[in-house]
């Protein structure tokens, strides 16, 4: 079965750097876009990031564009979110998913495998 397992969450200061992880199994990873989501408290899900099976093709939700990094290792059946200049706002558990695959990368309710998050704080 489809498994996901984030780590690399933390405390940092803001404009601190972080790099999350993602290691998948239970599916050929190449095959699928994979995403990055994020819930901060007292909000709902928040679609962060997405990349294609190849890891060539990339795309941002404007609030992250440009601080975060979205790659993938597909011979290390891993998925990274690099995030540099961090925001308090930044501040969330930090999801792994799995896009359908015949859905759409940026909507969350066409994703059929989560992991079960890393706590990102920033904070001074």
């Known amino acids: 079965q489809v498994q996901l397992v984030e780590s690399g969450g933390g405390l940092v200061q803001p404009g601190g750097s972080l790099r999350v992880s993602c290691v998948a199994s239970?599916?050929?990873?190449?095959?699928?876009?994979m995403s990055w989501v994020r819930e901060a408290p007292g909000k709902g899900l928040e679609w962060v990031s997405s990349i294609n099976g190849r890891g060539d093709r990339r795309h941002y939700d404007h609030t992250v564009e440009g601080r975060f990094t979205i790659s993938r290792d597909n011979a290390k059946n891993t998925l990274y979110l690099q995030m540099d200049s961090l925001k308090p706002e930044d501040t969330a558990l930090y999801y792994c998913?799995?896009?359908?695959?015949?859905?759409?990368?940026?909507?969350?309710?066409?994703?059929?495998?989560w992991g079960q998050g890393t706590q990102v704080t920033v904070s001074s």
């Open positions: 239970g599916f050929t990873v190449s095959h699928y876009y």
């Open positions: 998913a799995r896009v359908r695959i015949d859905g759409s990368y940026y909507r969350t309710n066409e994703y059929d495998g």
